[in-house]
């Protein structure tokens, strides 16, 4: 594990079938558990999202799920918003 971890932000506009969310949802989850990364998964239909992660609540715009925080991707960012060390 890295002793200094970097706070990544993820994007991710689903699209089709889930493949997209899956694949990102995974990433996430993987940097925190196995890399001891900060995480913050954007995402822009959360209620898609929630069919993969039920312990999703896709009514509240920011989140943890195991261990990942997760945050409703809209056209305005709070101005308190600073990005991570990694965008993607």
Known sequence: MQSNPRQWDIFCSV????GDIGVTWRLARQL???FAQRVCLWVDDLASFARICPELQPEQSRQICRG??????????PESWQPGNIVH
Request: net charge negative; proline share 0%; charged share 30%.
């Open 15 to 18: 699209v089709d079938n889930y």
């Open 32 to 34: 925190v558990e196995e």
């Open 68 to 77: 990942v925080e997760i945050a409703h991707w809209t056209n305005e960012f």
